[in-house]
Structures are given as structure tokens and as C-alpha cells.
């Protein structure tokens, strides 16, 4: 099983950025997906979270209209588009995959090695 996130970097203030997280080893499309960020000296937050059919999807209220999470299942990717990117949203960002949709961080089974994001000017 792996999860590759690619995408992250240093971006400005106001920029954008969109990441991608490639899945192989078990079947994508029956799996809930999420982002996750990590800040340092902070705990890890769910950002985002994605149904198997992409049909249902949540957000953390810091990120509500800004990103936007979304999937190809016949890729095998689940990507995160951050839009109006704030110093606030600094973090390792990481995938994850679930059986369920938006649930408990204990139930996610598989997750990315994260890549980093770095907003600043």
C-alpha cells in the first residue's frame, strides 16, 4: 500500500497550490479519503475529507471556501486546491485513506509520508 503526496512547496500569501496524493495497494474507490495538516508543536487537523464516490465532502471552518478537496477513481488520486493560501496554513500536509467516510482519526488505515507547505512572503 502506498500514498504519494506531490504539490507542496513555498508559496506567497494570497497564492494557490494544489496537491495530489497517488494511491496503489488497495482499492481506491472504496475508500474515504482525507487531508490532513500537521503545523510544528501542533497536533495533527483534519483539513479535508472526501466520500469513496466523492459524492460527499467536509471541511475545517479555517479552510471553508478556500480549498477544495476532490477525487479521480479511475486515477487513483485524491487532490486538495488551496486557494487564498494564509501564513496560517503552514503545515505538512498529509492523505489518508478510510473504510469510512469523515471519521474518527483512529479508523484511517493508510497514510502519506506528507509534503510540505509553506506560506510566506
Known amino acids: 500500500v502506498q500514498l504519494v503526496e506531490s504539490g507542496g512547496g513555498l508559496v506567497q500569501p494570497g497564492g494557490s497550490l494544489r496537491l495530489s496524493c497517488a494511491a496503489s495497494g488497495f482499492t481506491f474507490s472504496n475508500y474515504g479519503m482525507s487531508w490532513y495538516r500537521q503545523a510544528p508543536g501542533k497536533e495533527r487537523e483534519l483539513v479535508a475529507a472526501i466520500s469513496s464516490g466523492g459524492g460527499n465532502t467536509n471541511y475545517a471552518d479555517s479552510v471553508k471556501g478556500r480549498f477544495t478537496i476532490s477525487r479521480d477513481n479511475a486515477k487513483h488520486t485524491v487532490y486538495l486546491q488551496m486557494n487564498n493560501l494564509k501564513p496560517e496554513d503552514t503545515a505538512v500536509y498529509y492523505c489518508?485513506?478510510?473504510?469510512?467516510?469523515?471519521?474518527?482519526?483512529?479508523?484511517?488505515?493508510?497514510w502519506g509520508q506528507g509534503t510540505q507547505v509553506t506560506v510566506s512572503s
Open positions: 489518508a485513506a478510510s473504510p469510512h467516510y469523515y471519521t474518527e482519526f483512529s479508523e484511517y488505515e493508510y
